[in-house]
């Protein structure tokens, strides 16, 4: 059974840092990018950051460049989120997204993050 499991959201303060974690299980995934995704209210879902299989090769959402940092551990089939200098525009729920090649995708429930003096 596939599970994405994502931990780490709360509510923090502007300029506040939080870390995101999904553990993967029930496929390879080591052979999947891995991607973190997040929904505000009233808005679409939007790409992140994305961290490839094999190479590792990173890709950010311009707005997150500089603050936010994805990585992996495929030895503990774990993708990470580390977010710096929160702003409120960041509050949204966070999701994690595992796709293969051949498009087949899976995604974690999400976590919700709040940034809010």
């Known amino acids: 059974q596939v599970q994405l499991v994502e931990s780490g959201g709360g509510l923090v303060q502007p300029g506040g840092s939080l870390r995101l974690s999904c553990a993967a299980s029930?496929?390879?995934?080591?052979?999947?990018?891995m991607s973190w995704y997040r929904q505000a209210p009233g808005k679409e879902r939007e790409l992140v950051a994305v961290?490839?299989?094999?190479?590792?090769?990173?890709n950010y959402a311009d707005s997150m460049k500089g603050r936010f940092t994805i990585s992996r551990d495929n030895a503990k089939n774990t993708v990470y989120l580390q977010m710096n200098s929160l702003k409120p525009e960041d509050t949204a729920v966070y999701y994690c997204n595992a796709k293969y090649l051949t498009g087949s995708e899976y995604w974690g429930q999400g976590t919700q993050v709040n940034v809010s003096s």
């Open positions: 961290i490839s299989s094999g190479r590792g090769t990173i």
């Open positions: 029930g496929f390879t995934f080591n052979s999947y990018a």
